[in-house]
């Protein structure tokens, strides 16, 4: 039997979507060794607040003569002290939710290390996270640890799936846009596009706002959350 994967760019405390795709694959591969993109989810995200949604950010430079060329795994954390103060952000809009105690300690244990690398900072939390949902089956790589290259972005990704042994390949609808469907199709890979519907669920402050951090639904229903989140 072969292995489903999925490859995904390391971002901040993600959305909902990407721990649906983690909890549908046998190998998640952290695509850490592509290109930075600036004013995306690698560094920020939004969460829940009494006067709506509100972004935290996470301030990085990016070393290297040529900035935009500077990979995920290179873009360094400029200013350590915004992870408290990201923390005491949570604190004060979440500390009345239910679960608060447990996903607060969470998040702190890992975000309270001092971390040079956004990407290690990433990384760690949302495997922290993965662990806490009690996804237990799954495979985490970095794609930086394989030494895997290809000048053809989806020629890459075909082979990062055939090392793993991998006939089945997940990735968000967005993908339709540059991958090679074709290339796919004569690999004999499977390829997959995720077709993900938010679930409403109950949070603190008002109307519901969709698309947060995956951390506004833990501290509202805690363990419950994956049975939440997963969309069949």
Not at 137 to 157: A, Q
Not at 165 to 192: H, M, P
Request: with cysteine.
């Amino acid at each position: 039997m072969k292995n489903r994967i999925v490859i995904l760019q390391p971002s901040y405390l993600p959305w909902l979507g990407y721990f649906d795709q983690i909890a549908k694959t046998d190998i998640f591969v952290f695509y850490d060794d592509v290109l930075y993109t600036k004013n995306d989810w690698r560094n920020r995200n939004r969460i829940k607040s009494p006067q709506g949604a509100i972004w935290l950010t996470i301030p990085v430079s990016l070393p290297g003569r040529i900035r935009n060329q500077t990979l995920i795994n290179q873009a360094v954390i400029s200013d350590l002290s915004i992870l408290k103060r990201h923390l005491k952000a949570i604190e004060l809009n979440y500390k009345k939710a239910l679960y608060f105690s447990d996903v607060y300690d969470l998040l702190s244990k890992i975000m309270m290390k001092k971390y040079l690398c956004l990407a290690d900072l990433t990384i760690d939390l949302t495997m922290e996270i993965s662990n806490y949902l009690q996804i237990k089956h799954v495979t985490f790589m970095r794609s930086s640890s394989l030494n895997i290259h290809d000048s053809y972005p989806t020629g890459r990704l075909i082979k990062l799936c055939k090392y793993f042994d991998a006939d089945n390949y997940l990735t968000g609808a967005s993908a339709k846009n540059y991958l090679d469907e074709n290339s796919f199709g004569k690999s004999g890979i499977i390829l997959n596009y995720q077709d993900y519907k938010h679930p409403i669920y109950h949070q603190l402050w008002g109307d519901f706002i969709p698309y947060l951090s995956v951390v506004d639904l833990l501290f509202n229903h805690g363990r419950n959350s994956l049975e939440i989140l997963i969309n069949e």
